[in-house]
């Protein structure tokens, strides 16, 4: 079977742009569409569905671009969506319908109302009319050359309520020239029993080749879409990362990772499914929201481990709780340090970031007794891992002593007179035998911690011009036995390479911050030498 005809036996349709896109926060630019067409192009997907021409300006102009030649699909087809005529309309004389072909992708993709509740109570119609609807447009848009799929809408409740109004609407399409009709879960309600009871059935009674649309709302969007394809349709409709209006869409990613690594299913080229995390990360940017670390598959912890006994296990056999090898998927199997690690933990964790624990069992046996102090005082090397790295070394016994020594300092606040708020630090370094001092102003402790201690070491330390303050986190713990709280500081900078983080535990807010900040800059010179010590205290 060539290419062409394998993709066609199975639909990867992605309505990110469109569905994903009614997730409140998010906000395409037209450009921002544009990018993640051709992401999710490189990714292999069949289907892009690039918004509803004639109902939204900025979907219009996207189509327009695109047909102009700034969207060159290499393997997806661009999707049109829109509506049916509307009641009482001639379909040449829908405004809508229009412009639907004006945007000249290949592909439409109708959405109709399945449920006679709200053919008789939105739409103010009958059920013959809503059919009429559907066939005329879908003839009129297959007449002028486009591939048409419907989104049968509330499918599922309406089947539910009156199943022969429901395949009324789908046979409508199909009997006027669709190529697929989509049962769609609208409200995100069903369940995947429940649901696939009902697609085997629909399947049996109509033999029409069906797609499956899942909302979120029950938490079982994924679940239910690969219940879906199980019960027989070969035509999926999901989001990037599950985006989407309330609580989302089934997210391509873990339907993707599911159909191939559990199923078997060939749904992308060979070579996309090892760029699932990276795509993923990279479309969460274009729609400026975090990625979710704990999403399946493609989530930086989707393959963490914590306690001691995974890691024992791990040790023996990655995959003895993995369920899948995380660089399938473009992923890594990480193993987190609490104070839950035994000494399996430490050395993997070791290992992975280019220490040889193993040989040492009586560093090992140190380092993992101070990780367990520390972290019982509030310390947390979970998401520090350069912090943790700088520990390790410290317990081999053969790093040299640290680029400078943050001997003093002092941090003021000024309230000026036009209510300008400045920091002030002024700090006393020893750098060799030389001891500097220098004074800045930031626009708050850390800030201004940082551009004195720069002042001061610059001149000595040449590549402390490539390092950035690129996050910085705070977190008030509790006390323990009557103890005052303490303060947690992750700080993560970046050299434009590579990003680290770092972490410091003190009852001042400022100390604390201080400490991740100084291991911040000990760590950038230890990956340039490599020979770095560090006593945590």
């Keep these: 079977m060539n290419k062409a005809l394998l993709r066609d036996s199975f639909h990867v349709y992605d309505t990110t742009l469109r569905d994903g896109a009614q997730r409140e926060g998010i906000a395409y630019s037209v450009t921002d569409k544009l990018a993640v067409a051709?992401?999710?192009?490189?990714?292999?997907?069949?289907?892009?569905?690039?918004?509803?021409?004639?109902?939204?300006?900025?979907?219009?102009?996207?189509?327009?671009?695109?047909?102009?030649?700034?969207?060159?699909?290499?393997?997806?087809?661009?999707?049109?969506?829109?509506?049916?005529?509307?009641?009482?309309?001639?379909?040449?004389?829908?405004?809508?319908?229009?412009?639907?072909?004006?945007?000249?992708?290949?592909?439409?993709?109708?959405?109709?109302?399945?449920?006679?509740?709200?053919?008789?109570?939105?739409?103010?119609?009958?059920?013959?009319?809503?059919?009429?609807m559907v066939a005329d447009t879908v003839r009129y848009l297959t007449a002028h050359g486009r591939r048409v799929f419907l989104d049968a809408e509330h499918f599922f409740d309406g089947y539910a309520f009156d199943p022969d109004c429901s395949l009324r609407v789908l046979e409508a399409a199909v009997h006027a020239g669709a190529d697929?009709?989509?049962?769609?879960?609208?409200?995100?309600?069903?369940?995947?029993?429940?649901?696939?009871?009902?697609?085997?059935?629909?399947?049996?009674?109509t033999g029409f080749r069906l797609g499956i649309h899942c909302q979120d709302d029950a938490a079982c969007a994924v679940a239910n879409t690969v219940a879906a394809v199980q019960a027989g349709v070969t035509h999926v409709q999901c989001t990037a990362n599950g985006y989407g209006e309330r609580v989302g869409n089934a997210d391509l990613f873990a339907v993707v990772g599911n159909l191939v690594t559990k199923l078997g299913m060939p749904v992308l080229p060979a070579e996309s499914l090892a760029g699932l995390t990276r795509v993923s990360h990279a479309l969460a940017e274009i729609a400026n929201i975090a990625p979710d670390t704990h999403q399946a598959y493609v989530g930086s912890s989707a393959f963490a481990h914590k306690a001691g006994l995974h890691a024992s296990a791990i040790k023996v056999d990655p995959l003895l709780y993995n369920h899948i090898d995380p660089t399938v998927v473009g992923n890594d199997m990480r193993v987190l340090v609490t104070e839950m690690a035994g000494r399996a933990s430490l050395e993997l964790k070791g290992r992975e970031l280019g220490l040889d624990l193993a040989g040492h069992p009586a560093a090992l046996g140190s380092a993992l007794r101070r990780v367990k102090d520390l972290e019982a005082r509030g310390w947390s090397f979970e998401a520090a891992d350069a912090s943790l790295e700088l520990l390790l070394r410290s317990e081999l016994a053969d790093l040299e002593a640290p680029p400078f020594v943050l001997e003093s300092y002092r941090v003021a606040l000024d309230h000026r007179v036009d209510g300008e708020i400045v920091s002030e630090a002024t700090v006393s370094v020893r750098v060799g035998d030389e001891v500097v001092r220098a004074t800045a102003e930031g626009n708050g402790p850390m800030h201004a911690l940082d551009a004195a201690l720069r002042e001061a070491l610059l001149p000595h330390l040449p590549w402390l011009d490539q390092v950035e303050l690129a996050d910085y986190k705070v977190r008030?713990?509790?006390?323990?036995?009557?103890?005052?709280?303490?303060?947690?500081?992750?700080?993560?900078?970046?050299?434009?390479?590579?990003?680290?983080?770092?972490?410091?535990?003190?009852?001042?807010?400022?100390?604390?911050?201080?400490?991740?900040?100084?291991?911040?800059?000990?760590?950038?010179?230890?990956?340039?030498?490599?020979?770095?010590g560090l006593s945590h205290g």
């Design 38 to 132: 051709r992401l999710l192009d490189e990714l292999g997907v069949g289907f892009i569905e690039g918004g509803w021409p004639g109902a939204m300006p900025k979907d219009t102009e996207f189509f327009a671009r695109a047909a102009a030649g700034e969207l060159a699909l290499r393997h997806a087809d661009l999707v049109a969506f829109g509506a049916t005529r509307k009641a009482g309309v001639r379909v040449e004389q829908d405004q809508q319908v229009q412009a639907l072909l004006a945007a000249q992708a290949p592909v439409v993709t109708l959405v109709a109302k399945s449920d006679r509740r709200h053919v008789e109570r939105a739409l103010r119609t009958d059920v013959a009319e809503n059919c009429a």
């Design 180 to 205: 697929v009709v989509v049962l769609c879960d609208t409200n995100g309600g069903q369940l995947p029993l429940q649901l696939a009871e009902t697609v085997a059935e629909v399947l049996a009674r």
């Design 476 to 532: 008030i713990l509790p006390g323990h036995g009557g103890t005052d709280a303490v303060t947690r500081v992750l700080v993560e900078s970046t050299d434009g390479a590579r990003n680290w983080v770092t972490v410091g535990v003190h009852g001042n807010i400022v100390e604390a911050g201080c400490l991740a900040l100084q291991d911040a800059l000990w760590h950038k010179a230890m990956s340039l030498s490599d020979r770095v």
